[in-house]
Every structure is written in C-alpha cells, then in structure tokens.
C-alpha cells in the first residue's frame, strides 16, 4: 500500500518535515499526563524514525516502538546506537500486534499508522491493539485527523502553507463526504533525488466517532483537544481549525 511505500522512501527527509518539529514540547505534555513517572513502559506504535520514543529515553523513560517501514525503524535504531539510548525498536504491523497487558502508556503521534489504513476495520484493529497492549488503568495518548478540519477548510491550501522546501508535496486533493476520506496525490523527492508519486486515501475522524470507538474497546474519561504542533495542552478546545485531534483515554 502507498503508506508503505512512502515510508520506506523517504526515511531520513521525513525529519525535515515541519510537522516533526515540536517533539521537546509534545513530550512534556506526555510527561505531565503519566506524572512523571519512569517507572512506565511505553509503547510508541507507529514511531517512524523515533523522534517521541528517542526524546522519552532521553528523560529516561522504559520504550518501545513499532513501526511498518524498515527504513525508518532502521535510522531509529542509529540513532540509538548514536546516543546510547536503550530504547526497543521492531518492524511491526500495528494491524498484528501480540502485546497483552505489558504497558502503563501506548502513544500515536502523528498518525502514526491510524488513520492511513484503507478500511476503517483495518483502523480500528490498530486502535484494538493499543488497547490490548495497555494495562489495566493504562493511558493511550494519540493525534488523529480532525474531520472537522476538511468540512470547514481547504486541505489544499493548508498542506500548501505547511509543505517546506524539501518536504512532500499533496496535489489532487479529493475530500469524500460520505466517508471522510481524503484522495489525493502525494509527491515526495526520495533520498536518491528521485521524484515520486503516491496515491493516497486518509480517513478523517470527527470527535463522537472516535469516542464511540474507544468505548467500545474499555475506555473511559475520553477526552478530545486541539492538537497544536509542539504544544500539547487540555486547555486548547478542540475547533474547527485544528487539522489534527489530541485524544487522552484511560483503559478501564
């Protein structure tokens, strides 16, 4: 599928993408959420190259993460190595995981597999499986796309003001309002320099649906913010500007 494909592209321009940049501040706030507490295994489903997974270990944090794509697992693990980091990185399919109560949190950040699969049964196996890993009490802490967002806005242009110089490009943009999939053309210049182009489709989410879900896997307080790059807080309401959801549940 295109989601795998992209990833294994374009491994180390992925971090020069703008939406990677606020990794320091996102983990705060995912630090406040678990009250500081290193005694918590993580686990980072969907870690890409590792910049979550790699900032948590820093602080000292137990991690694990989990990503499709061997390319960017493999530049997560350099950058281990780098560091002297001991964090956990695997090639995985977040649709197959076999995790069983063995983690105090489970983070998605920056759809981080859900919601790029082509079905929503395929979405919410992923969803399934972060509960499944979780312990009893355990938080998930994920960002999903807002389908408040493309109701009320234009994805061209706002994938047009937030591409930088080497970042990949979204054309062709085909929002379906009978199931809040995005359709586009993805374009990407790989490391060789080669450009490349991927047909894509995303599920967009609205804020009872993924309530709904979550519900039906065992959790409960299900909060829903605004997912603000860099700056994740309780106190920005989620609104129809906010291109990505923070979701904060707790596995009852």
């Known amino acids: 599928m295109w989601y795998e494909q992209l990833f294994e592209d374009y491994g180390e321009k992925y971090d020069q993408e703008s939406f990677t940049k606020g990794t320091v501040g996102e983990c705060d706030f995912i630090e406040s959420e678990i009250s500081h507490n290193r005694q918590f295994r993580i686990l980072d489903i ?3 190259t590792g910049r979550h997974a790699l ?3 820093r602080r000292g944090y137990k991690v694990t993460g989990i990503d499709l794509s061997e390319r960017q697992i493999s530049i997560a693990r350099q950058k281990a190595e780098k560091e002297n980091l001991d964090v956990k990185f695997a090639r995985a399919d977040a649709r197959e995981l076999d995790f069983k109560d063995e983690f105090d949190l489970v983070i998605m950040m920056c759809e981080g597999g859900f919601p790029l699969m082509e079905t929503d049964e395929m979405n919410f ?6 509960a499944n890993a979780l312990k009893k009490g355990g938080k998930f802490i994920f960002t999903t796309l807002n389908g408040l967002f ?12 937030e591409t930088g110089p080497d970042g990949a490009v979204l054309e062709n943009s085909s929002f379906d309002i009978m199931t809040f999939r995005d359709y586009n053309v993805t374009s990407i210049v790989d490391e060789s320099g080669k450009k490349i182009e991927y047909e ?6 609205i804020p009872p649906e993924i309530t709904w879900l979550l519900k039906s896997l065992g959790f ?3 909060d829903i913010f605004g997912a603000r790059l860099g700056e994740f807080s309780r106190d920005h309401k989620l609104t129809t500007k906010d291109f990505e959801m923070l979701v904060i549940a707790r596995l009852q």
Do not use: W
Request: hydrophobic letters at 35%; charged letters at 25%.
């Open 46 to 48: 969907g870690c890409g």
């Open 125 to 130: 196996m992923i969803l399934r499986n972060a």
């Open 55 to 57: 900032e948590l270990a």
């Open 150 to 161: 493309p109701v009320f806005n234009s994805l061209k242009e706002f994938h047009d003001q």
């Open 200 to 205: 894509c489709n995303e599920r967009y989410y």
């Open 220 to 222: 409960t307080e299900i």
